[in-house]
């Protein structure tokens, strides 16, 4: 698995064989089955989202945390509208893709070029991700109806694009 530290924009990806599990472990903030921290998340459009009032509706939330110049993020998000958008439209599945600390023009630059229609959220503070984790982009989380989390993906590769379904079609 392929992950890009955060630290610094440089184009140096970090794979899994070269940190420890015990380090890349120790940037999550939340670990599974934690009860998810709550936050307000506005989106690209001007919709705003917390996390709190969709568990209380009985939603199930997945949220990625992702950036513009991140290679394997850009690769997930070009997975997403068919593979999640479109494959659980109509269930109580909310998905929260959330760019951490890029600029909004940026971003609506991006999803221009790569054609993506869905909506995504904002975190230019990167106040959200760090409520998460400390490092390492991209991240999954899929929280249940209970505010709880589900699962926790670490990275973006054909593993975690089948982690990721398995937990929702659960």
């Not at 690209?44 to 993020?73: H, N, Q």
């Not at 940026?106 to 904002?122: A, C, H, P, Y």
Request: charged share 25%; with cysteine; net charge negative.
């Amino acid at each position: 698995i392929i992950l890009w530290p955060v630290e610094s924009k440089a184009m140096t990806p970090t794979t899994t064989t070269e940190q420890s599990p015990e380090e890349i472990e120790a940037t999550n903030i939340v670990k599974l089955h934690d009860l998810a921290p709550d936050f307000t998340v506005q989106m690209l459009d001007g919709t705003r989202y917390t996390l709190s009032d969709l568990t209380a509706e009985g939603k199930v939330v997945m949220i990625t945390f992702w950036a513009t110049w991140c290679p394997p993020c850009r690769q997930e998000l070009s997975h997403m509208q068919e593979a999640i958008f479109d494959r659980y439209k109509g269930t109580d599945l909310v998905v929260l893709p959330i760019s951490r600390g890029d600029d909004p023009n940026k971003v609506r630059s991006l999803l221009d070029k790569m054609g993506i229609t869905f909506n995504v959220g904002l975190d230019q503070s990167q106040d959200i991700y760090r409520l998460y984790a400390s490092n390492y982009i991209p991240r999954t989380y899929i929280i249940d109806r209970n505010g709880r989390v589900a699962y926790l993906g670490l990275g973006y590769d054909d593993e975690v694009a089948e982690q990721t379904h398995d937990t929702l079609d659960e």
